[in-house]
């Protein structure tokens, strides 16, 4: 935890003024999210003051720092399956998952699975070969016309692919109560934008936690959710909390 910083609690308000030190078992940050349901999709993002997804690189890693690491390897302690879109995949390198050391006792306290999966969403399959041909395999979210359906069941096994929908694309929905039948219903999506717009607008987006990178990034950069239309009704969120640390704002709402 050396190098991790303090995070003060602004909200709730019976808890404002408490401070959160780095702990390598993280018991007090852990409480703050008590015990997850069997079920549950957890949103994680990071956007700059400006409203930016990604730093002019276009990936998130120029935008965020010792604050959001801490939480985000909070986040993924907590999740059997971390879920993502494959542009994201690629983007920003995406191999096996493995759980922070530190955290490794509080995860099993929790009855959780030693290892942390992680499931892409991509209706091309055409993804890294270095993820593919890693030592324990992704699970690949796909629907039926995906041109290298059979390749993918041959190269990771029938299942570690999930195939749900029609030609129009994923069914998200189908794909979530596929992964929990596998015993991964603690889900965690960290993006990109797009998949988490196709979440959201499903109405399968149960928490977000966002954390606001104290920069300012102008340019082209993508938001953190991406949909071709206003959602309507728009999605209203209720906080459950908010840390902050250096500058940097780490926020959890709740879907209404």
């Not at 999605?235 to 709402?253: E, F, I, K, Q, S």
Request: include cysteine; proline fraction near 9%; charged fraction near 25%.
């Amino acid at each position: 935890m050396t190098g991790s910083p303090p995070l003060d609690v602004l909200l709730p308000l019976d808890r404002a003024g408490q401070r959160l030190e780095p702990r390598d078992d993280e018991d007090e940050l852990l409480a703050l999210f008590g015990d997850d349901p069997a079920r549950l999709v957890r949103a994680n993002m990071i956007t700059t003051l400006d409203g930016g997804g990604t730093g002019p690189d276009a990936v998130t890693g120029s935008i965020n720092g010792p604050a959001d690491l801490r939480v985000f390897q909070v986040l993924r302690s907590l999740a059997e399956v971390v879920l993502v879109g494959g542009g994201t995949v690629r983007q920003e390198r995406y191999r096996a998952l493995d759980v922070p050391k530190h955290l490794a006792g509080q995860r099993a306290r929790r009855g959780l699975p030693e290892h942390i999966e992680l499931a892409v969403v991509s209706r091309s399959g055409a993804l890294p070969d270095e993820l593919l041909d890693a030592g324990r395999p992704p699970f690949v979210v796909t629907a039926p016309g995906c041109p290298v359906l059979d390749p993918l069941r041959e190269r990771l096994g029938a299942d570690h692919v999930v195939v749900s929908g029609g030609p129009e694309g994923v069914d998200l929905a189908a794909a979530l109560d596929a992964l929990a039948a596998l015993g991964l219903g603690r889900v965690l999506t960290e993006g990109g934008p797009s998949l988490l717009g196709q979440l959201v607008d499903a109405g399968l987006v149960d928490e977000l936690c966002l954390t606001w990178s104290p920069v300012l990034v102008g340019g082209p950069a993508p938001r953190i959710l991406e949909h071709p239309a206003w959602l309507s009704p728009a999605r209203r969120l209720r906080p459950a909390h908010l840390l902050h640390a250096d500058g940097v704002l780490l926020g959890r709402w709740r879907a209404s």
